[in-house]
Structure formats: structure tokens, C-alpha cells
């Protein structure tokens, strides 16, 4: 199993920036892919942004991208996601997810899921 906590959500005005951090512990987070799912309310989960194991393939939606840049520190086991110029639309439960089996897509599938932390973007 591996644990996913996730940190750093919060309010914050228009135009502004926060960063999220997530921290993985438990099986070896080798080979796993990261990557990061939004939630707003009365919406369905999407795809955020996600980064492969050496970080050599990173994938943003198109929504973010520009705005977001997600990263990782294998040996402190952690992904972050900067987040800038953020919009009232960004105002979600953002959820960091990982997966170890390579041949999944890293923007659909993921068999671990964090509790999720809040992000308000106010207008």
C-alpha cells in the first residue's frame, strides 16, 4: 500500500499563487507515476498534472497548463504542485494520486488516491 497525505491547500485571491505538497510513505514509491486530480463541487474528478518516475514525461491539462508546474523529490518521496495565476475555476478538492504499473495512462489511471486538501480561489 502506499499512504498519500496531502498539504498546503487553502484561500487565496485571484491572480494568486499556493503551493501543494504531497507526501507518500509505505511500499516503495519506485517506478510510480505522480500526479495530481481536482474536484470541484457538482463536477466530476479531472486530471490535473501528472510526472513519470524520472520526471523525464510530464503531463498538464490544457486548463493548467502555463499556470501549474508539478514536481518531485524522489528522495524525500514527496510531489508538489506550484500553482500560479490561479482562477475562481481552480477552487477545488485537489486530490495527489500515484501509480506504480507503468502501462496505465497517467492521466486516467491511478490505484492510489490522497484524502485531498481544499483550494478557494476568491474572486
Known amino acids: 500500500q502506499v499512504q498519500l497525505v496531502e498539504s498546503g491547500g487553502g484561500l487565496v485571491q485571484a491572480g494568486g499563487s499556493l503551493r501543494l505538497s504531497c507526501a507518500a510513505s509505505?511500499?516503495?514509491?519506485?517506478?510510480?507515476?505522480m500526479g495530481w486530480f481536482r474536484q470541484a463541487p457538482g463536477k466530476e474528478r479531472e486530471f490535473v498534472a501528472a510526472?513519470?518516475?524520472?520526471?523525464?514525461?510530464?503531463w498538464y491539462a490544457d486548463s493548467v497548463k502555463g499556470r501549474f508546474t508539478i514536481s518531485r523529490d524522489n528522495a524525500k518521496n514527496t510531489v508538489d504542485l506550484q500553482m500560479t495565476s490561479l482562477k475562481s475555476e481552480d477552487t477545488a478538492v485537489y486530490y495527489c494520486?500515484?501509480?506504480?504499473?507503468?502501462?496505465?495512462?497517467?492521466?486516467?489511471?491511478?490505484?492510489?488516491w490522497g484524502q485531498g486538501t481544499q483550494v478557494t480561489v476568491s474572486s
Open positions: 510526472i513519470s518516475w524520472t520526471g523525464g514525461s510530464i
Open positions: 509505505g511500499r516503495t514509491f519506485s517506478n510510480t507515476t
Open positions: 494520486v500515484g501509480e506504480p504499473k507503468s502501462y496505465r495512462v497517467p492521466t486516467r489511471e491511478y490505484d492510489y
